[in-house]
């Protein structure tokens, strides 16, 4: 099945014009060795052999950067599939679009040495024609980012069609106006980071200056923040959940955290969870009283109108 993910091809896109003359996608990460030979059919079995690759290479960074780095190596080496469409941005507010068609290749001594065969079409997309979740979901912070969710309006886009009215990919939002709304909580956060409580003992997790913990993946999901505390001694996972959050979400910022443990926390390090949700119930706040390094906050989403 047809998949889709954006792919930034080097800092600021600096190589997508090469990309796009060489019909090619492609990574670097610091990792200089040929892969064909070395790709696992899941990428945490990947990472377990790469991380200390990684790191050797990069004494300076630490294992949470190298599972992400190594992440987004074995997606475009080996998670791509022939037939998977990639949208890249350009750096002028358009997104390069093609279709991979062809398996890994590794060019030594060259920019982005980690490649895979591309058809370019000849249908650019501007930034401004997308939806609103769309244009966030492909313009987050990352290498690599799933947007299989968006596949329908990536094809009508293509198409030369306008995008859909206001809707919701998540069949238990009722109102679209309402989730238009909550849609924006996670990046809100990210934009507004200091001047929430939890900045004062957390900073999101950077990267050379940009922000790499928001959707951070892990084998059973991406984790919607990441951060550290300041003296580096908590890691810290969040769960941000549209409207009442239920029982279940305790469960499932479980699993992620369990994934921090035992493959980004470096020794000594303790690892936290919050969830954020509009409202809770008697069931989460029962689950919540056994789980003591788990935290449960509210937010609120307001309108206000002021006459000028």
């Avoid at 769309?134 to 799933?146: A, P, W």
Wanted: aromatic residues 10%; negative net charge.
């Amino acid at each position: 099945m047809k998949r889709y993910y954006r792919i930034m091809l080097g800092k600021k896109s600096v190589y997508s014009a090469e990309c796009l003359a060489g019909n090619y996608i492609g990574v670097d990460f610091g990792i200089n060795q040929d892969l064909t030979s070395s790709l696992p059919d899941n990428w945490r079995s990947f990472n377990q052999q790469f991380i200390p690759v990684f790191l050797v290479a990069r004494p300076d960074k630490s294992k949470i950067a190298a599972g992400l780095a190594c992440g987004f190596l074995w997606t475009v080496a080996m998670g791509l599939q022939s037939g998977d469409i990639v949208l890249c941005p350009d750096g002028q507010g358009r997104y390069n679009v093609g279709e991979v068609t062809g398996k890994y290749e590794y060019h030594p001594s060259s920019n982005l040495p980690h490649r895979r065969p591309v058809r370019w079409f000849t249908q650019k997309i501007d930034r401004s024609d997308m939806g609103n979740e769309l244009r966030n979901s492909s313009g987050s912070i990352g290498t690599v980012s799933n947007i299989d969710r968006y596949g329908d309006e990536i094809e009508r886009l293509l198409g030369g069609l306008a995008p859909q009215a206001l809707s919701s990919s998540d069949p238990t939002i009722e109102d679209p106006s309402i989730f238009a709304l909550e849609k924006h909580l996670e990046d809100f956060l990210v934009a507004n980071w200091a001047k929430t409580d939890l900045s004062r003992e957390y900073d999101l997790f950077q990267e050379d200056g940009e922000v790499t913990g928001q959707q951070y993946p892990t084998d059973t999901g991406p984790i919607d923040l990441l951060a550290i505390s300041k003296d580096k001694t908590k890691l810290l996972v969040i769960e941000l959940k549209k409207g009442r959050a239920s029982d279940a979400v305790v469960g499932q910022i479980q699993r992620y955290m369990g994934f921090v443990k035992e493959e980004l926390a470096e020794e000594g390090q303790a690892v936290h969870g919050i969830i954020i949700a509009l409202d809770d119930d008697t069931r989460i706040r029962r689950a919540l009283a056994v789980a003591p390094n788990i935290s449960f906050y509210k937010y609120q989403v307001s309108f206000t109108l002021n006459k000028a």
